[in-house]
């Protein structure tokens, strides 16, 4: 390379890559990025770390009994085996499966954040694989922000406003007065990209914005979920409130008359059904200033003015991602958009409303916008796929029929489950009752770096490199580099990369050919660079070839000077740029929701309380948990180094509570607590802060679930997994996303002596 720097691609960043005698040593940021990540500091432990798989390895029982020993999965000691037998147990299983059950019967279980390359990518990999060999049911949405997604296109037309493309910084510190975040907008998301980045540059322009005089309001329950340098003033609202307090600020803004009657005439269908709801009309009960305040817990006077301020000047106004992982969460997603329609700043530099600011490194963030070569994935000749978090559902009830978007799914009777990236006991709720579903298929493939608790609970474990091991091309969408992520060591232990276990297997069932298209890795990553280079070319920004790039380590793209504003066109001329809705313009009240008759989710938004908020809590359970990214990891990535480890207190996942809370529970910064509910229990260590609503906890999630007892149902989780906590119940009827903000719980110190945290450690190892 005539670049000195030997990089590599994460999520949290791009990093270069020191190699002694064959062994990482460090990797320490790459010299083009402003504000790196800390995450990075970890990769080397984890690289060597005695959690990862070492060798291909079967459960015992599962090996002496197949299914029969189902139950024993998560408790059961592993044998080691040959990469042959292996793969010939697993072709063994898919063949027998697809025989007997056809492609319904198999399961492809993976989750987007395994890899930053484009092309060793577990979810991709595992897809093609299956769908080039007959097909499974498939995935679609995420946990991040499903109902979002599925709302979003019947009112708007598109998702854009949740990642982007969507009005950028540099246009909000231009135009913007007043920026009002529903959620926040927290500096720890912006340090991740979706497939990695060469440079994290959100902050930077977040700085910028403020700069610029720009003013925020921050409505969250947790102060610092917006950086204190933004002098954001602060509304505390009770969790899962935030649809009421929009309807205040909507009330306020019709009984003024301040709201934009026009624009609301000319883009937008459904207001005049949407408007006797608001005023009380149709159900007695105005939607006013008053009413949210009682609902919500901030001042009336305080919402009537902030509607005011919102219809003064240039008004932009976001909410987090983790605003709709809620009961009803398709709801504030929705009475945004409503509420930027009534101001009528739609289309205009600076105003409007987005989704994704500060959820995430990169939107907002004035970029190329050029996609990336990615791994073609093919079709799935099942075509067939659930939401993704009613994996559990699946699992323990088939046959039964759900709602979604307006289509009845049946569940398959799924009889393998195939799971490639991704860390299931990480991200999906009531992890007591996945552990169940986890106990029904006949057979369990995972492909892992680590033993996490989804290595733990399956049957066959396949070895899997990390990035550092294998050669890759990383670039997100959003960001101005593309890097060249050179195979930097030999992989450790046996693990192999998933394109050549998906090739051995695929050799095995006939299906090689589909699967590879006759290329190796080098082949496929000059094939996707330069078919990505050549639609570069179409527009004029050239790139040099694949060769070239890989000896100079990276390219930068140029970034466009132009300002993006979304919907301008729209705003223009709404007749010759309609958006994608059936109407064409922004649908206040939506027909189609109208017509699938959910009363969870009906034709416009409105207040529907959650199962589970303050409102309804009792002496049992009288804290409402709020659960987020962690700062010192991705998800669960990374969790027993680095920084993940540093931040732990007495070994275990910190919760905050309120310094108010804390003292009526005789609780101090150090302790051990137990949280819990009805769905389980957990430890965590205590820490104390006032940045917290009363009445609020705050857990990240992605400390690795590590049960006391993996034999006995229900067990303590010893390391602070809130998703123990959590309900597996889907937000509504249109979007079945995750709902894991509406969960209360109560807090006590621990007594006694803490079990031992052991998760980190290999599970038992056993001869035949």
């Known amino acids: 390379m005539s670049n000195r720097e030997r990089l590599t691609s994460t999520h949290w960043g791009a990093g270069s890559v020191e190699v002694k005698d064959g062994r990482v040593v460090a990797v320490r940021p790459f010299s083009r990025d402003p504000q790196p990540s800390p995450i990075l500091t970890g990769m080397v432990d984890a690289l060597y770390a005695p959690t990862r798989v070492a060798k291909p390895a079967v459960r ?93 296109p019947h009112i708007i037309g598109t998702n854009a406003p949740i990642g982007g493309p969507m009005t950028t910084w540099r246009s909000i510190a231009k135009h913007t007065k007043l920026m009002v975040m529903f959620g926040g907008a927290n500096i720890r998301n912006m340090q991740v990209y979706s497939g990695g980045c060469g440079a994290h540059d959100s902050e930077i322009w977040l700085q910028k914005a403020r700069e610029a005089g720009v003013q925020f309001v921050s409505i969250t329950p947790v102060r610092d979920d917006s950086p204190d340098y933004l002098g954001a003033e602060w509304l505390a609202p009770k969790p899962n409130s935030d649809t009421a307090l929009m309807l205040g600020l909507a009330h306020t803004l019709v009984s003024e008359e301040l709201h934009d009657k026009a624009f609301l005439a000319s883009h937008c269908v459904g207001f005049e059904k949407f408007l006797p709801y608001l005023m009380g009309e149709s159900d007695g009960m105005p939607k006013s200033a008053a009413w949210a305040a009682g609902i919500c817990g901030i001042d009336a006077n305080v919402i009537a003015d902030l509607a005011r301020r919102m219809a003064k000047g240039r008004t932009m106004l976001a909410a987090s991602w983790s605003l709709q992982r809620a009961d009803h969460g398709e709801q504030p997603y929705w009475m945004l958009a409503v509420l930027a329609a009534m101001l009528g700043q739609i289309g205009l530099p600076g105003g409007g409303f987005g989704y994704g600011y500060g959820s995430i490194g990169g939107p907002g963030v004035p970029g190329p916008e050029t996609g990336a070569p990615r791994f073609p994935t093919g079709r799935n000749p099942l075509n067939f796929a659930i939401p993704v978090a009613r994996i559990a559902d699946m699992l323990l009830e088939p046959g039964a029929t759900i709602d979604f978007d307006g289509a009845k799914l049946t569940y398959p009777d799924v009889k393998l489950v195939y ?44 070895p899997a490199t990390t990035s550092l091991e294998r050669n890759d091309i990383g670039t997100s969408s959003r960001d101005r580099f593309i890097i060249a992520m050179r195979k930097h ?44 280079r050549a639609g570069l070319a179409k527009r004029d920004m050239p790139i040099p070839p694949f060769a070239t790039f890989w000896d100079e380590g990276y390219v930068e793209l140029p970034v466009p000077e132009e300002d993006f504003v979304l919907f301008d066109a ?46 309804t809590a009792n002496a049992k359970h009288p804290l409402h948990m709020i659960t987020n990214q962690p700062k010192s990891r991705l998800h669960s990535q990374l969790d027993p180094v680095g920084v993940s480890a540093a931040s732990k207190i007495a070994g275990r996942e910190p919760v905050r509570l309120n310094p108010a809370d804390a003292a009526a529970r005789g609780i101090e910064t150090g302790d051990i607590v137990e949280i819990f509910n009805d769905r389980g229990r957990c430890l965590a260590g205590a820490e104390l802060s006032d940045r917290l609503r009363p009445g609020v906890i705050q857990i990240s999630t992605g400390a690795w679930y590590d049960p006391a007892d993996p034999a006995v149902s229900g067990s303590l989780d010893v390391h602070g997994n809130p998703n123990v906590l959590t309900a597996d119940r889907g937000t509504s009827r249109l979007g079945q996303g995750p709902s894991p903000l509406s969960a209360l719980v109560e807090v006590r110190k621990y007594a006694g002596t803490a079990p031992d945290v052991t998760v980190h450690e290999p599970p038992k190892m056993a001869s035949r």
């Open 419 to 462: 799971w490639a990236g991704g860390n299931p006991f990480h991200h999906h709720q009531d992890i007591n009752r996945l552990v169940e579903a986890f106990r029904k298929p006949d057979t369990i493939v995972v492909h892992e770096i680590a033993w996490t608790a989804t290595a733990r609970h399956a049957d066959i474990v396949l």
């Open 570 to 615: 729209f705003r223009q001329d709404p007749i010759a740029h309609p958006l994608h809705t059936r109407s064409g313009k922004i649908e206040i009240f939506c027909e189609d929701i109208a017509g699938f008759g959910y009363d969870d989710c009906p034709g416009h938004p409105m207040w529907l309380e959650p199962y589970e908020w303050l409102a």
């Open 60 to 152: 015992k029982g599962w090996l002496e009994k197949r299914g029969d020993s189902r139950r024993d999965r998560g408790k059961d000691s592993f044998v080691e085996v040959s990469w042959d037998e292996a793969l010939d147990l697993v072709a063994g299983e898919l063949m027998r499966v697809r025989k007997d059950h056809g492609a319904q019967g198999i399961f492809g279980g993976s989750y987007g954040w395994s890899s930053a390359g484009g092309f060793h990518h577990a979810r991709t990999q595992l897809r093609r694989f299956l769908f080039t060999s007959g097909g499974c049911v498939d995935q679609v949405t995420n946990y991040s922000y499903a109902a979002g997604m599925i709302v979003l």
């Open 489 to 532: 060591i030999e992989p450790v232990g046996a693990a192999r990369d998933d394109f050549a276990i998906f090739r051995d297997l695929a050799r095995r069932i006939g299906s090689e050919e589909a699967f590879t298209e006759g290329r190796s890795e080098m082949d496929w990553l000059i094939h996707m660079y330069e078919g990505y």
